[in-house]
């Protein structure tokens, strides 16, 4: 990219940099005409779409290798590697290659489900067994294989089927005898056992929204409106009470992040099972099943039919085989777009280029396929309807966007089936679609999960520390609501967006009027940063200037997030530096240009803000516009102390070493008691110098409730962490998320010191979650179960 972008004469770098959305398809043509005859260009394309270039593709040689490896590890018993091995193999075998008269890939399911059942993975076992009978339906060692994991898990009845049909399909006299042999082995087990009916369910992953949700989510109708600020939003047509479910949807186009390639499924981004499965055509993505793997690629390749084994096999057993051995390959009933396809040629450009070019790609070839197929790629970008900010872009980010544009539809028009026409035109619908993913894309996010297992101790008590460590959010792929695009961001939002397998879910989390724009978060809040720096950021990433509630009118959250104490001894008053106190006076001027003196009250935000806000600051220095100009750095809101904020930075950062290092042991799980008291004296000293809510201050009553979680004294850890939530209710609202997460921390403490208060605090973290989650807070944060069953101990 960067040997292309410098060999442009600047003459057209100048015309790139200065096109308008209108002009487009002029510069657009003129680059291309410069690229076209730039050899560079064309070598990079070939490596980029030629597949015998590739390393993605597909190499019989390569999978011999690695499955040899895998039988290495197996015959020592190391079974960790012989799965990546013969996972690796399968990454890289060729469908229709055979080693030693049976199809390879068959065999290596095989393999690997031997190793499975090695390691005591039984359901995983079974679902490799029906892989490899998908591919050889007469692979008698496959129903042999998942007999006997079926007899393990208690499924008398399919393993006594699978023993049958392998019996059936095994042409040596000696294996069939071995088959028999277990064969009445397991009737007597069966008969021996209480419920030989008892059937332990293969887990299912969910890739869809529940019909129920859909129906809730449609009981409230929302519509798009036009804002005076903000273009078009969402509204809903009546009132909706908080925790309601008001909108799921299928995202247009999704593509997996790069960093996750190896650790999630390529089609629902779910976290990937042992018994992951590869692409059929190359070697790049993995899927939790031969589902996802469809739903991606499409029907890649022809499964043989299950005809020919069923000579000797009675009527039942015939559609038992039948039931197996179609598996996935019947879904012919798929209606959506295959959003591999196009790229699954063991080409390199979809692995190469950056994620958001090849959504591009993808939101692209679905936009010409659900014009059924249509070469005429006219207006392509009205599919999507999405608004974009072409002109915001710098001159730097036009050129990059034209010329991935150029490259991506040269990769298309080799690796897909669609006949693509590269102009001027064609590129510069590029152009858009790749400025649409910039402002609409979301991140596609998993909560990184606490493992319930390790909830609790072998004394039936919270392991300390456990629950005390925060809950993370990773970005796992990104991609493109058509109606979530119209959601317009709010440092102060109304809704929650959340994700399961791929479904964008939103749920509101106040009540919300009739009429009422729904907006939710793009990733910066009220709590979390301040006004400038939440206004810059967005400015930065978003390219727009936010006019939501929170930036618009004044509130005590961004006054105090990062304010220092008053020197004044018994001052509550509120210390701000330049920015800050730039922010909010800017804010302020706003509201009298609006609202004159008289009526402002209305204007501050959030009701419990507004006593705070009267309390703490003075009030008539700050809002009477003659006096505020009087309002200095460093002077104090209330009472007008002078305190040197350079000397208060230099205590803060010398206080913060300290927390590091505790910060530091806590990672590697060895405090010492000198961390400890050194933090505790670094807090004193920040409870001096910050304000009493400081964002600063909660972070370190929550460090150390965590440290004392550590070294086992769980009520010093219990007063820290309330300290902090204290703090943090200051900040955000006392039912927001962030808070929920605070009281898992607080009520796993409180319930290993036998606390009954732990009842209250579940009662609230139960609360709040089902607002943010409703009936899918137990799913994705399973600690919850646990503790709710935890409350039960103190009503009896
Ligand atoms: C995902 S789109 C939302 C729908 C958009 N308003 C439309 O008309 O298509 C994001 C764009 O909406 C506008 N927007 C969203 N939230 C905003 C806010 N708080 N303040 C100002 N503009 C906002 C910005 O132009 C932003 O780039």
Redesign the pocket.
């Known amino acids: 990219m960067e040997k292309l972008k410098s060999a442009i004469p600047e003459t057209l770098k100048r015309m790139v940099a200065d096109t308008t959305p209108g002009d487009l398809p002029r510069t657009c043509s003129s680059l291309l005409d410069f690229l076209l005859h730039f050899p560079p260009f064309h070598h990079m394309v070939e490596d980029l779409a030629e597949s015998e270039k590739a390393l993605c593709g597909k190499n019989e040689d390569e999978a011999l290798q690695w499955k040899q490896k895998g039988n290495r590890c197996f015959a020592t018993g190391d079974y960790s590697n012989a799965l990546a091995s013969y996972s690796q193999a399968l990454r890289v075998a060729p469908m229709d290659a055979e080693d030693m008269d049976k199809n390879l890939v068959a065999t290596l399911y095989l393999n690997r489900a031997f190793v499975l059942h090695k390691m005591n993975l039984l359901a995983e076992c079974i679902r490799d067994c029906n892989r490899a009978l998908q591919i050889s339906p007469s692979y008698s060692k496959a129903w042999y294989r998942r007999g006997i994991a079926n007899a393990s898990l208690g499924n008398y009845k399919d393993a006594i089927n699978d023993l049958n049909v392998a019996k059936t399909v095994e042409l040596s006299s000696g294996a069939k005898s071995q088959i028999e042999s277990e064969l009445k082995t397991l009737s007597d087990e069966c008969g021996r056992t209480t419920n030989p009916a008892l059937k332990h369910t293969v887990k299912q992953f969910n890739i869809l929204a529940k019909k129920d949700q859909i129906a809730e989510a449609d009981q409230i109708k929302l519509q798009c409106v036009n804002t005076p600020?903000?273009?078009?939003?969402m509204a809903s047509t009546s009132n909706i009470p908080p925790g309601s479910l008001v909108h799921t949807e299928e995202p247009f186009a999704t593509v997996i992040l790069k960093s996750c390639r190896e650790t999630h499924c390529h089609y629902c981004l779910n976290e990937l099972p042992v018994d992951k499965v590869p692409c059929t055509s190359c070697s790049i993505p993995v899927y939790c099943s031969l589902n996802c793997q469809l739903r991606a690629g499409g029907k890649l390749f022809s499964f043989p039919k299950s005809h020919g084994i069923q000579k000797g096999l009675s009527n039942n057993l015939e559609k038992y085989v039948a039931e197996i051995t179609l598996g996935a390959n019947s879904e012919t009933d798929i209606e959506h777009i295959p959003e591999h396809r196009h790229e699954c040629h063991g080409v390199s450009w979809p692995s190469v280029l950056p994620s958001e070019i090849v959504l591009a790609g993808r939101a692209f070839v679905k936009s010409i396929m659900q014009r059924r197929g249509s070469l005429e790629i006219a207006n392509l970008i009205e599919i999507l309807d999405?608004?974009h900010?072409y002109s915001q872009m710098s001159p730097e980010s036009r050129l990059e966007v034209q010329i991935y544009s150029t490259v991506l539809l040269c990769c298309l028009q080799r690796s897909s089936d669609l006949e693509i026409q590269i102009n001027g035109f064609s590129i510069a619908q590029v152009v858009i679609i790749i400025s649409q993913i910039r402002?609409?894309s979301m991140a596609i996010t998993r909560i990184k999960s606490i493992d319930v297992n390790g909830i609790v101790d072998q004394f039936g008590k919270f392991s300390s520390g456990a629950l005390t460590s925060n809950v993370e959010q990773v970005k796992v792929g990104q991609a493109i609501y058509k109606a979530g695009?119209?959601?317009?961001?709010?440092c102060q939002p109304n809704i929650h967006a959340y994700f399961l397998s791929r479904t964008l879910f939103i749920r509101t989390t106040e009540t919300v009027a009739a009429g009422c724009p729904l907006e939710l978060s793009y990733g910066l809040q009220v709590g979390q940063w301040d006004c400038k720096d939440r206004i810059k950021l967005l400015e930065d990433e978003?390219?727009?200037?936010?006019?939501?509630r929170a930036c618009l009118k004044a509130n005590f959250s961004d006054l105090v997030l990062h304010a220092f104490h008053c020197i004044k001894p018994n001052c509550s008053g509120i210390v701000v530096d330049s920015g800050v106190l730039n922010c909010e006076k800017h804010k302020i001027e706003q509201l009298y240009d609006i609202v004159g003196t008289s009526n402002w009250e209305p204007h501050f935000q959030v009701e419990n803000f507004n006593s705070d806000y009267a309390n703490e600051v003075m009030l008539d220095a700050f809002l009477d516009s003659n006096s505020s100009s009087n309002v200095n750095p460093g002077n104090c809101l209330k009472c007008g102390s002078y305190c040197d904020l350079e000397t208060s930075r230099a205590t803060v950062n010398k206080a913060w070493k300290c927390i590091r290092r505790l910060q530091d042991g806590i990672v590697s799980e060895d405090i010492s008691s000198s961390e400890l008291s050194d933090t505790l004296t670094s807090l004193d000293l920040l409870k001096s110098t910050l304000h009493a809510y400081n964002r600063r201050i909660a972070e370190v009553e929550d460090i150390l409730a965590q440290a004392f979680c550590m070294v086992g004294d769980l009520q010093l850890a219990r007063d820290h962490c309330k300290a902090s939530i204290e703090i943090l209710e200051k900040l955000y609202t006392c039912n927001h998320i962030v808070i929920g997460h605070e009281l898992v921390k607080l009520s796993s403490i409180q319930l290993s010191l036998n606390d009954p208060a732990a009842v209250d605090s579940i009662n609230r973290v139960v609360k709040i979650f089902s607002c943010y989650y409703g009936s899918d807070a137990d799913f994705i944060f399973p600690h919850l179960q646990f503790l709710r069953k935890e409350t039960e101990k103190f009503s009896l």
């Open positions: 600020d903000k273009a078009r939003g999405l608004s900010h402002v609409n695009s119209l959601l317009n961001h709010s978003y390219s727009f200037r936010c006019q939501c």
